[in-house]
C-alpha cells in the first residue's frame, strides 16, 4: 500500500510541474497582450 502511493506520488509531481509551466506561459502571453493594448491605449491618447 505504501510503495503504491509514493509511487503515485511521484508519477503527480512532474503532471504538477507541467501544470505550473503551462500556467506560467499563459500568464506571460496575457502579460504581454496586456502589454501591447496598454501600448495600443497611451498611443491612440
Known amino acids: ?3 503504491s502511493d509514493s509511487v ?3 508519477e503527480e509531481v512532474p503532471r504538477a510541474a ?3 509551466h ?3 506561459r499563459r500568464a506571460w502571453v496575457l502579460l504581454a497582450v496586456a502589454a501591447v493594448v ?3 491605449v ?3 491618447r
Do not use: D, S
Open 18 to 20: 507541467r501544470e505550473a
Open 1 to 3: 500500500m505504501l510503495w
Open 42 to 44: 497611451l498611443g491612440l
Open 8 to 10: 503515485e506520488r511521484e
Open 22 to 24: 503551462a500556467m506560467l
Open 38 to 40: 496598454v501600448m495600443g
